[in-house]
Protein backbone atom coordinates (compact mmCIF):
# COMPACT_ATOMS: atom_id res chain seq x y z
CA UNK A 1 0.00 0.00 0.00
CA UNK A 2 1.43 3.56 -0.99
CA UNK A 3 0.85 6.30 1.84
CA UNK A 4 2.54 8.92 -0.62
CA UNK A 5 -0.45 10.22 -2.14
CA UNK A 6 -3.64 8.41 -1.36
CA UNK A 7 -6.74 9.52 0.28
CA UNK A 8 -7.34 8.79 3.85
CA UNK A 9 -10.47 8.47 5.99
CA UNK A 10 -9.31 8.10 9.65
CA UNK A 11 -12.23 7.51 12.22
CA UNK A 12 -12.22 9.26 15.95
CA UNK A 13 -9.10 11.38 15.12
CA UNK A 14 -9.96 14.74 17.57
CA UNK A 15 -7.33 13.20 19.88
CA UNK A 16 -4.77 10.36 20.78
CA UNK A 17 -3.93 7.44 18.57
CA UNK A 18 -6.20 8.60 15.71
CA UNK A 19 -4.56 12.29 15.76
CA UNK A 20 -0.97 10.86 15.03
CA UNK A 21 -2.83 8.71 12.49
CA UNK A 22 -3.49 11.83 10.59
CA UNK A 23 -0.41 13.65 11.71
CA UNK A 24 1.88 10.98 10.38
CA UNK A 25 -0.22 10.18 7.11
CA UNK A 26 0.23 13.91 6.41
CA UNK A 27 4.28 14.04 7.88
CA UNK A 28 4.16 10.54 4.90
CA UNK A 29 3.01 12.53 1.63
CA UNK A 30 -1.09 11.60 1.94
CA UNK A 31 -2.78 13.61 -0.34
CA UNK A 32 -5.67 14.69 1.50
CA UNK A 33 -6.90 13.20 4.88
CA UNK A 34 -10.42 13.07 6.38
CA UNK A 35 -9.72 13.91 9.92
CA UNK A 36 -12.83 12.45 11.01
CA UNK A 37 -15.37 13.11 14.94
CA UNK A 38 -18.50 12.71 16.25
CA UNK A 39 -18.99 17.13 15.86
CA UNK A 40 -16.66 17.83 12.64
CA UNK A 41 -15.71 20.31 14.32
CA UNK A 42 -12.79 19.50 17.22
CA UNK A 43 -9.91 18.82 14.76
CA UNK A 44 -7.36 21.25 14.00
CA UNK A 45 -5.00 19.89 12.54
CA UNK A 46 -3.04 21.76 9.70
CA UNK A 47 -3.63 20.25 6.53
CA UNK A 48 -6.18 18.08 7.82
CA UNK A 49 -9.96 17.91 6.03
CA UNK A 50 -12.47 17.59 9.39
CA UNK A 51 -15.54 15.47 8.31
CA UNK A 52 -18.39 14.78 10.84
CA UNK A 53 -19.07 10.79 11.60
CA UNK A 54 -20.64 9.29 14.69
CA UNK A 55 -19.90 5.66 13.48
CA UNK A 56 -23.32 4.40 15.61
CA UNK A 57 -25.55 6.39 13.25
CA UNK A 58 -25.96 4.94 9.65
CA UNK A 59 -27.01 8.30 8.28
CA UNK A 60 -23.88 9.75 9.23
CA UNK A 61 -21.83 6.55 7.88
CA UNK A 62 -23.45 7.42 4.59
CA UNK A 63 -23.31 10.91 4.24
CA UNK A 64 -19.37 10.55 4.84
CA UNK A 65 -18.68 7.93 2.74
CA UNK A 66 -20.45 10.36 0.24
CA UNK A 67 -18.32 13.26 1.05
CA UNK A 68 -15.00 10.90 0.92
CA UNK A 69 -15.62 9.26 -2.27
CA UNK A 70 -12.12 9.79 -2.93
CA UNK A 71 -10.70 8.03 0.01
CA UNK A 72 -7.98 5.26 -0.46
CA UNK A 73 -7.34 4.12 2.94
CA UNK A 74 -10.05 3.60 6.09
CA UNK A 75 -8.15 3.73 9.08
CA UNK A 76 -10.76 2.45 11.57
CA UNK A 77 -9.68 3.93 15.00
CA UNK A 78 -12.82 5.12 17.22
CA UNK A 79 -13.83 3.10 19.92
CA UNK A 80 -15.65 2.94 23.39
CA UNK A 81 -14.81 1.40 27.02
CA UNK A 82 -17.41 1.24 29.07
CA UNK A 83 -15.13 -0.90 31.87
CA UNK A 84 -17.47 -3.21 32.76
CA UNK A 85 -18.01 -7.28 33.45
CA UNK A 86 -20.77 -9.16 31.58
CA UNK A 87 -22.56 -10.61 34.07
CA UNK A 88 -23.03 -7.55 36.58
CA UNK A 89 -22.27 -4.49 34.29
CA UNK A 90 -25.12 -2.31 33.13
CA UNK A 91 -26.20 -4.03 29.97
CA UNK A 92 -26.68 -1.09 28.11
CA UNK A 93 -23.14 -0.24 28.15
CA UNK A 94 -22.07 -3.87 27.58
CA UNK A 95 -24.61 -3.22 24.35
CA UNK A 96 -22.80 0.07 23.94
CA UNK A 97 -19.45 -1.21 23.56
CA UNK A 98 -20.33 -3.81 20.89
CA UNK A 99 -22.57 -1.43 18.85
CA UNK A 100 -19.15 1.09 18.44
CA UNK A 101 -16.54 -1.50 18.39
CA UNK A 102 -18.19 -4.02 16.12
CA UNK A 103 -21.32 -2.62 14.76
CA UNK A 104 -20.18 0.78 14.47
CA UNK A 105 -16.32 -0.41 12.30
CA UNK A 106 -18.82 -2.64 10.71
CA UNK A 107 -21.12 -0.06 9.47
CA UNK A 108 -17.87 2.37 8.23
CA UNK A 109 -16.41 -0.89 6.56
CA UNK A 110 -19.60 -1.35 4.38
CA UNK A 111 -20.37 1.98 3.35
CA UNK A 112 -16.10 2.19 2.43
CA UNK A 113 -15.64 -0.72 0.68
CA UNK A 114 -17.89 0.50 -2.30
CA UNK A 115 -15.93 3.58 -2.55
CA UNK A 116 -12.55 1.82 -2.19
CA UNK A 117 -13.56 -0.50 -5.04
CA UNK A 118 -14.12 2.34 -7.28
CA UNK A 119 -10.94 3.84 -6.42
CA UNK A 120 -8.74 0.62 -7.04
CA UNK A 121 -9.45 -1.24 -3.88
CA UNK A 122 -7.02 0.52 -1.46
CA UNK A 123 -6.82 -0.30 2.08
CA UNK A 124 -8.39 -1.07 5.32
CA UNK A 125 -6.56 -1.02 8.71
CA UNK A 126 -9.19 -1.94 11.97
CA UNK A 127 -7.14 -0.99 15.41
CA UNK A 128 -8.13 -3.45 17.86
CA UNK A 129 -6.47 -4.56 20.77
CA UNK A 130 -4.54 -6.84 22.60
CA UNK A 131 -7.59 -7.61 24.36
CA UNK A 132 -8.55 -8.86 21.44
CA UNK A 133 -7.01 -12.06 22.70
CA UNK A 134 -7.64 -12.48 26.52
CA UNK A 135 -10.31 -10.58 29.51
CA UNK A 136 -9.98 -8.77 32.42
CA UNK A 137 -12.13 -8.21 35.09
CA UNK A 138 -13.85 -4.75 34.65
CA UNK A 139 -13.40 -5.56 31.05
CA UNK A 140 -15.46 -8.05 29.72
CA UNK A 141 -17.56 -5.69 27.42
CA UNK A 142 -14.79 -4.25 25.85
CA UNK A 143 -12.95 -7.53 25.34
CA UNK A 144 -15.71 -9.34 23.92
CA UNK A 145 -16.18 -6.45 21.36
CA UNK A 146 -12.83 -6.22 20.46
CA UNK A 147 -12.60 -10.54 19.76
CA UNK A 148 -15.37 -9.74 17.64
CA UNK A 149 -13.62 -7.12 15.76
CA UNK A 150 -10.76 -9.30 15.33
CA UNK A 151 -12.57 -11.63 13.67
CA UNK A 152 -14.70 -9.07 11.17
CA UNK A 153 -11.63 -7.80 10.17
CA UNK A 154 -10.62 -11.66 9.16
CA UNK A 155 -13.78 -12.18 7.61
CA UNK A 156 -13.91 -8.79 5.58
CA UNK A 157 -10.42 -9.48 4.62
CA UNK A 158 -11.52 -12.51 2.63
CA UNK A 159 -14.87 -11.10 1.32
CA UNK A 160 -12.81 -7.80 -0.39
CA UNK A 161 -9.72 -9.27 -1.63
CA UNK A 162 -11.63 -10.07 -4.84
CA UNK A 163 -11.74 -6.03 -5.05
CA UNK A 164 -8.16 -5.94 -4.15
CA UNK A 165 -8.77 -4.30 -0.62
CA UNK A 166 -6.10 -5.31 1.36
CA UNK A 167 -6.95 -5.07 5.64
CA UNK A 168 -4.78 -4.84 8.18
CA UNK A 169 -5.74 -5.45 12.28
CA UNK A 170 -4.08 -3.83 14.54
CA UNK A 171 -3.14 -5.23 18.01
CA UNK A 172 -2.14 -3.30 20.92
CA UNK A 173 -1.66 -2.86 24.73
CA UNK A 174 -2.45 -0.21 26.95
CA UNK A 175 -1.68 3.33 25.00
CA UNK A 176 -0.97 6.94 26.68
CA UNK A 177 -3.82 8.59 25.83
CA UNK A 178 -6.98 9.40 27.65
CA UNK A 179 -8.74 6.31 26.99
CA UNK A 180 -6.28 4.42 29.24
CA UNK A 181 -6.21 7.00 32.13
CA UNK A 182 -7.17 5.16 34.69
CA UNK A 183 -4.51 2.52 33.69
CA UNK A 184 -1.44 2.27 35.85
CA UNK A 185 1.03 -0.13 33.88
CA UNK A 186 3.21 0.53 31.21
CA UNK A 187 2.06 2.76 28.62
CA UNK A 188 2.92 3.02 24.81
CA UNK A 189 3.26 6.31 23.08
CA UNK A 190 0.53 6.80 20.90
CA UNK A 191 2.93 8.05 18.01
CA UNK A 192 5.11 4.81 17.91
CA UNK A 193 1.28 3.15 17.55
CA UNK A 194 0.84 4.76 14.43
CA UNK A 195 4.47 4.60 13.17
CA UNK A 196 3.85 0.81 13.10
CA UNK A 197 0.81 0.46 11.68
CA UNK A 198 2.14 2.61 8.61
CA UNK A 199 5.20 1.02 8.46
CA UNK A 200 3.26 -2.59 8.55
CA UNK A 201 0.77 -1.18 6.03
CA UNK A 202 3.43 -0.40 3.80
CA UNK A 203 4.91 -3.58 3.86
CA UNK A 204 1.98 -5.45 3.21
CA UNK A 205 1.05 -6.91 6.78
CA UNK A 206 -2.08 -8.41 7.12
CA UNK A 207 -1.34 -7.70 11.14
CA UNK A 208 0.47 -5.39 13.18
CA UNK A 209 1.68 -6.82 16.63
CA UNK A 210 2.84 -3.85 17.91
CA UNK A 211 3.99 -4.23 21.44
CA UNK A 212 5.85 -7.12 23.18
CA UNK A 213 2.93 -7.48 26.20
CA UNK A 214 0.70 -7.99 22.69
CA UNK A 215 2.80 -10.41 20.94
CA UNK A 216 3.24 -12.28 24.22
CA UNK A 217 -0.41 -12.70 24.44
CA UNK A 218 -0.99 -14.03 21.02
CA UNK A 219 1.83 -16.49 21.79
CA UNK A 220 0.32 -17.59 24.62
CA UNK A 221 -2.96 -18.49 22.87
CA UNK A 222 -1.31 -21.65 21.96
CA UNK A 223 -1.23 -22.97 25.45
CA UNK A 224 -3.20 -23.97 27.87
CA UNK A 225 -5.56 -21.36 29.37
CA UNK A 226 -5.01 -22.49 32.64
CA UNK A 227 -1.38 -21.16 32.65
CA UNK A 228 -1.63 -17.78 31.13
CA UNK A 229 -4.76 -16.39 33.30
CA UNK A 230 -2.99 -17.68 36.13
CA UNK A 231 0.21 -15.57 35.70
CA UNK A 232 -2.14 -12.92 34.82
CA UNK A 233 -3.85 -12.75 38.08
CA UNK A 234 -0.14 -13.16 40.09
CA UNK A 235 1.09 -10.18 38.12
Not at 31 to 58: E, F, H, N, W
Request: no cysteine; net charge negative; hydrophobic share 45%.
Amino acid sequence: MQIQGSIAVVTGSNRGIGRQYVTQLLERGAAKVYATSRSGQSVDLPGAVPLPLDITDPGSVRAAAEVAADASVLINNAGADSHVDLVTGDLDAVRRDMEVNYFGTLSVVRAFAPVLARNGGGAIVNVLSALSWFSWPGEGAYAAAKAAAWSLTNSVRLELAGQGTHVTGVHVGAVDTDFSANYDGPKIDPADVVRATLDGLAAGALEVVVDKWSADIKAALAHDPRDFYSQLAAA
